[in-house]
């Protein structure tokens, strides 16, 4: 990367560059040395009162990263440039060597009625994201790794190795299956809204267990799965507004089908790919272009294309066929980071009521 010179991401930004950074390292269990810390964020005020954290990833670029919403274990020390600039090799050297996925560490959670470590209450994991964080997961009910935060501080846990885990994953599906009803026979609950009963939301199955006690569990449409759920109890207490309606087993095979019908198109909308482009000229290059634009493909049809505007949305654009090829530059998602907040600034700055000058006519 060279020199931590005074650059928006990527590249040099004319518009208001920062004059001076912070750089503060990150330490937590799996890099607790500030020698060589999980990763090095630098800040900068972007706009007046206003400041951005970039973390260096290791492709050596500066690039903004979204805090996790949850807390997470690690601490942020103050470093210098010099130190700052030392960083980049120890990068460089994990983009070499620490491949494949992230170092996981399993703990065994031992509770009064699993108090073996052979045989544990649940099992989690924990890795270093790379930009700092500690993500924690937990081995559920559901035979699935869901995130969950705090199980080690709330329970007594002891450290295990990946075989250990993946013996656990066995341990877990064989009490699933021993809680499920006799014969798989199940009763079915089409949950509808308290507004408009023909509007049914959901699908539940529940039996009562051999304690004597309703056990449920929701319908999935993302992937069609049933996992352990809380509906009908919260309908129960009062605390979810919806109607409910017993149906046959016949019937909810139909729901499950018209379910997943009608919410793949949502699903298929959070699952796109998007391929990035910048549209350069006019004496803009790659690194502030005269606006970016992204490619989608639909499951059937053509390709759809749009627009980065001017409101910091994005908009149905033709711009691709419409200028020389050699003008549109295929760019990955820190650059299309850089430009929108390039955008951000630019509009900011312009008068009330006005609309953005963003250079010329892009084709």
């Known amino acids: 990367m060279g020199e931590l010179d005074h650059t928006f991401g990527l590249v040099p930004?004319?518009?208001?560059?920062?004059s001076d950074?912070?750089?503060?390292?990150?330490?937590?269990?799996?890099?607790?040395?500030?020698?060589?810390?999980?990763?090095?964020?630098?800040?900068?005020?972007?706009?007046?009162?206003?400041?951005?954290?970039?973390?260096?990833?290791?492709?050596?670029e500066?690039?903004?990263?979204?805090?996790?919403?949850?807390?997470?274990?690690g601490e942020a020390v103050r470093i210098s440039e010099e130190a700052a600039r030392r960083f980049e090799t120890i990068q460089a050297r994990r983009a070499r060597t620490e491949r494949g996925g992230p170092r996981y560490r399993y703990y065994a959670m031992l509770r009064p009625f699993h108090p073996h470590v052979a045989d544990p209450a649940c099992v989690g994991r924990k890795w270093d994201d790379g930009n700092g964080n500690v993500l924690e997961e937990l081995y559920s009910l559901d035979c699935e790794w869901v995130r969950n935060t705090g199980w080690s501080e709330r329970n007594e846990c002891v450290e295990i190795d990946a075989a250990a885990a993946r013996r656990f994953e066995k341990i877990q599906a064989?009490?699933?299956?021993?809680?499920?009803?006799?014969?798989?026979?199940?009763?079915?609950t089409a949950i509808a809204s308290s507004v408009n009963r023909d509007e049914v939301r959901g699908l539940v199955r529940w039996w009562t267990s051999g304690g004597g006690y309703r056990r449920e569990e929701d319908?999935?449409?993302?992937?069609?799965?049933?996992?352990?759920g809380f509906t009908l109890e919260d309908i129960d207490r009062g605390s979810n507004w919806a109607d409910t309606t017993e149906i046959s087993e016949k019937e909810a095979k139909r729901l499950q089908e018209s379910?997943?019908?009608?919410?793949?198109?949502?699903?298929e909308k959070q699952s796109r790919v998007y391929e990035y482009y910048a549209i350069?000229?006019?004496?803009?290059?790659?690194?502030?272009?005269?606006?970016?634009?992204?490619?989608?493909?639909?499951?059937?049809?053509?390709?759809?294309?749009?627009?980065?505007?001017?409101?910091l949305d994005w908009e149905p654009s033709e711009?691709?066929?419409?200028?020389?090829?050699?003008?549109?530059?295929?760019?990955d998602e820190s650059r299309l980071y850089n430009f929108t907040v390039l955008q951000y600034q630019r509009a900011q700055r312009r008068p009330p009521g006005s609309r953005l000058a963003s250079g010329p006519d892009p084709s």
């Open 280 to 311: 350069t000229g006019e004496g803009r290059p790659v690194d502030d272009p005269l606006t970016v634009i992204r490619v989608w493909t639909p499951r059937r049809g053509a390709p759809v294309e749009e627009r980065y505007s001017e409101e």
């Open 319 to 331: 711009l691709r066929h419409r200028v020389a090829g050699h003008r549109v530059v295929r760019i």
């Open 13 to 18: 930004v004319n518009s208001v560059p920062p």
């Open 219 to 228: 319908f999935h449409p993302r992937d069609g799965r049933w996992r352990r």
């Open 21 to 60: 950074y912070e750089y503060w390292a990150v330490v937590n269990r799996f890099y607790p040395d500030v020698d060589d810390p999980s990763t090095v964020v630098r800040v900068w005020e972007f706009l007046p009162g206003r400041f951005l954290e970039e973390n260096l990833n290791r492709d050596l």
């Open 62 to 73: 500066w690039v903004h990263t979204e805090r996790p919403s949850e807390p997470s274990e």
């Open 174 to 188: 064989k009490r699933y299956r021993s809680a499920l009803p006799p014969g798989g026979r199940f009763n079915y």
């Open 259 to 267: 379910l997943v019908a009608r919410l793949r198109p949502h699903f």
